[in-house]
């Protein structure tokens, strides 16, 4: 049977010829998808802070109770701002009946100002939502930092940070008003930023100069052989003390000559389970009050080996690790780590999360989830001091009440172990984190990119 077909002949197998294109007929498009999900994701960036935002200020209306250490910095600014010597006399007393004093050097005081002149409601929603906001640009700087393409972290950190958020060393943070995912964003910006900038080390000195738990960061960047940054570093935190020395005289001499080492002002038993530190493991442990006399050559031990696996990963090329590992071995060895200062699970989970998805690892997607369900575990912990249990335990209690600290101690005694085995079955691949290092056969690429061509050697004569 044969066909006839007007104005051309059929081929052999009775097809019609293919007709070209004509040049001046526009051709159909398919509808571009990612664009659209990019700006559905920016927005979403933002309405997820204004949300959040909302709902702490629906629940401080209604109860009237939490952001005790947002009152806290209130209560410090205002008393900072009528005069000096004041400052560590100021105190808030929450609706549990418990007073918090001001424990931070006079240079945040004098950087809380503006609270002053608004009221708490007004302070829970702008700093809820500004705390946020924070937590989605440290989910973004890692993403960044882990080669993630541009092209896909919008979305990639709307779902970080929504997933992040029920942890309970973020959603415990959002709910006292802390000033923790701030500094950590100071500190991130700074170290994985590329060395070469002539400010590298400010961030960490400004975080140190606020709270000085950063402070071991500085010897993060002396040991990896970054000593412009350190020493940047410390001249940005001398800044601090110097200014608060100007603003504040009275305040800061108390300050640095007695507050500082008052630790009855932080906590006043170490024993409880909101405090993940070593020495609050040992506390619970022990049920002492008073666990320095173990603790300290534990802690030094954990310092100095937590810090040698730092500077391991970043001599392997694994930099935004080095920087995770330190900031690990700063909340362990530090006297009183609450729950909120764990915030730096949410890099770790991010790259970890990253890493596996890339390498189809099955395990490393089950240690993702598996360390996630512990952090948002440690909601309940809220109940265990309500019920005025949160001294005391036994057997499965005190597994239960430490794993904050277990978790990081497995991470540090895992972090060499992997990069050993990695380093035996091939060439290192490292995702550098500090841009003026990276290469681009270093980045693992995203699922159906092909490398780049590289170019090609002249062949040598013979």
């Known amino acids: 049977m044969t066909s006839t077909f007007l104005g051309a002949n059929p081929d052999e197998a009775g097809h019609p010829p293919r007709r070209r294109p004509d040049p001046t007929t526009p051709t159909p498009t398919r509808p571009r998808r990612r664009p659209r999900r990019q700006a559905y994701a920016k927005a979403g960036l933002v309405l997820l802070p204004l949300l959040v935002a909302a709902a ?38 929450g609706t549990d009946g418990i007073s918090l004093g001001f424990t931070y050097p006079p240079f945040a005081a004098l950087l809380f100002q503006p609270l002053v002149p608004v009221g708490m409601t007004v302070a829970v929603g702008v700093w809820t939502f500004a705390s946020v906001l924070a937590l989605l640009a440290v989910v973004w700087v890692t993403l960044r930092a882990a080669g993630v393409p541009p092209e896909r972290r919008a979305l990639a950190t709307l779902a970080g940070g929504a997933v992040t958020l029920p942890m309970f060393a973020v959603s415990g943070h959002l709910q006292a008003g802390q000033v923790g995912l701030f500094l950590m964003l100071l ?76 630790t009855s002002r932080v906590t006043a038993d170490p024993r409880t389970i909101l405090n993940q530190s070593l020495a609050g493991a040992l506390a619970r442990l022990t049920d002492s009050a008073d666990p320095r006399t173990g603790w300290l050559p534990v802690a030094a031990l954990v310092a100095v080996l937590g810090m040698a696996v730092a500077v391991y990963c970043a001599r392997a090329g694994e930099h935004l690790l080095g920087v995770l590992a330190c900031a690990t071995t700063g909340v362990l060895v530090s006297p009183v780590s609450w729950h909120h200062h764990w915030v730096w699970c949410v890099p770790a989970l991010v790259l970890l999360a990253v890493r596996s998805w890339r390498g189809r690892s099955r395990l490393g997607l089950a240690a993702t989830g598996l360390t996630w369900l512990v952090f948002v575990a440690g909601t309940s912990w809220v109940l265990a001091g309500l019920h005025g249990w949160d001294l005391h335990f036994q057997g499965w209690g005190l597994l239960y009440s ?51 061509e590289r170019e090609s050697e002249p062949e040598k004569k013979p």
Do not use: C, M
């Open 402 to 452: 430490n794993l904050y600290v277990l978790v990081g101690l497995a991470g540090l005694g895992y972090l060499p172990i992997h990069l050993r085995r990695a380093g035996r079955s091939g060439p290192a691949r490292p995702v550098s984190g500090l841009p003026g290092d990276l290469r681009q056969h270093d980045v693992p690429l995203p699922p159906g990119a092909e490398p780049p």
């Open 187 to 262: 500190v991130l910006l700074d170290v994985t930023g590329d060395p070469r900038r002539r400010w590298s080390g400010l961030g960490v000195g400004i975080a140190a100069g606020i709270k000085l738990t950063p402070l071991v960061f500085v010897v993060y960047l002396l040991a990896t052989g970054r000593f412009r940054a350190a020493g940047t570093a410390v001249a940005a935190f001398a800044g601090t003390v110097a200014l608060g020395f100007a603003w504040r005289p009275e305040d800061s001499v108390r300050f640095w000559t007695g507050a500082l080492f008052d």
């Open 56 to 93: 702490a200020l629906a629940v401080h209306h209604s109860t009237g109770s939490f952001w005790g250490d947002l009152a806290t910095y209130h209560a410090g600014a205002s008393a900072a701002a009528s005069g000096d010597g004041g400052l560590y006399q100021a105190s808030h007393l």
